[in-house]
């Protein structure tokens, strides 16, 4: 495709779109990281706790 088609994508835009959908994603990977760590956390917790009353 040729920048004349009609109804066609630039290059630059495809890499814009491109790079909006990677942003994105980073973002929601970011995200789930924070929410496992939290998860992490809380259960190391909890272990100590289970272990403190045990002793």
């Known amino acids: 495709m040729t920048m004349s088609d009609p109804g066609s994508i630039s290059d630059l835009d495809k890499n814009r779109s491109l790079a909006a959908w990677l942003e994105w ?23 100590e706790r289970a272990r403190a009353e045990q002793s």
Do not use: G, K, V
């Not at 994603?25 to 272990?47: C, D, G, P, Y």
């Open 25 to 47: 994603q980073l973002r929601q990977t970011r995200s789930r990281i924070r929410e496992l760590e939290i998860q992490e956390e809380q259960e190391r917790r909890r272990r």
